[in-house]
């Protein structure tokens, strides 16, 4: 373990194979995954309000570490170049971001009043969804070009990336407002507090499971093999999807 704050707790985190990365006190810090204890913090910058690692989808991995941090009036695009961190862009922005997503080549910054799209070339943002100012914007990659976008306390909308509007499929709506949201293969995953989880399917989205944790549900992000992590207050759980052979099988012996 390492101490990146004497103060206060951390306030975002994100991790890849190499690296982890975190916000403490308004510091934005990277480290190597493999040797926390013994590595000295490499700082990104002061300011900093929530961050996240670049995804690409599919089976190819990136060659490249990449991150983008939102500061106060702006986002900065950082990779790995073997040795530390280097500034690739920087795009200014309103305000600060309260959630990101960097997928493929695009960028999804949710703000207090709306939802903007960026290029990680040109950097031009795009309003793609407004907000009444009243919710925490909450976005998570659902798959390969699409991203899910909270749009109300309890409402999800699909975004798709390869047509820059709205998908097709229909809202997810979960019984109160979420607080913690995440997406796996083809699940979406959404805490209203209480330690409850609701899963819907990304095909039909229909509510398919309702989950229990230990604790209030804070944080939820997918893992390898289609699993999915869920951090409550003391605890983290692994959700292993069930292959579809065996829920067949298992249907079939309750028949």
């Not at 305000?95 to 009043?113: E, M, N, P, T, Y």
């Not at 709506?173 to 699940?187: D, F, I, M, Q, S």
């Not at 990304?202 to 309702?210: A, E």
């Not at 229990?212 to 699993?227: F, P, Y």
Request: a positive charge.
């Amino acid at each position: 373990s390492v101490r990146l704050s004497q103060r206060k707790p951390v306030e975002h985190l994100c991790a890849s194979e190499r690296f982890v990365c975190a916000i403490a006190e308004g510091t934005c810090s990277a480290l190597p995954a493999g040797d926390l204890a013994g590595s000295t913090p490499i700082s990104l910058g002061r300011d900093a309000r929530c961050l996240c690692l670049r995804t690409q989808g599919g089976e190819q991995p990136l060659e490249q570490v990449q991150l983008c941090v939102s500061f106060k009036k702006k986002l900065v695009l950082f990779t790995y170049n073997g040795r530390t961190f280097e500034q690739l862009q920087e795009f200014p922005t309103a305000d600060a971001a309260c959630a990101l997503v960097w997928h493929q080549s695009w960028i999804c910054a949710g703000f207090r009043k709306e939802y903007s799209l960026y290029s990680d070339r040109a950097g031009v943002p795009r309003e793609i969804c407004g907000l009444d100012g009243k919710i925490t914007p909450r976005i998570a990659v659902v798959n390969d070009c699409e991203l899910l976008l909270m749009i109300q306390g309890s409402v999800g909308l699909f975004f798709d990336l390869s047509t820059q509007q709205p998908s097709s499929k229909s809202t997810i709506t979960w019984p109160r407002k979420v607080v913690a949201l995440g997406a796996t293969r083809n699940y979406v995953l959404g805490s209203a507090g209480g330690g409850q989880v609701d899963v819907f399917g990304t095909r039909d989205q229909r509510s398919c499971q309702i989950l229990a944790v230990e604790g209030n549900a804070v944080a939820i992000c997918s893992a390898a093999g289609g699993r999915a992590l869920v951090a409550a207050e003391a605890s983290v759980t692994c959700l292993d999807p069930v292959p579809f052979e065996r829920q067949v099988q298992k249907l079939l012996m309750q028949a």
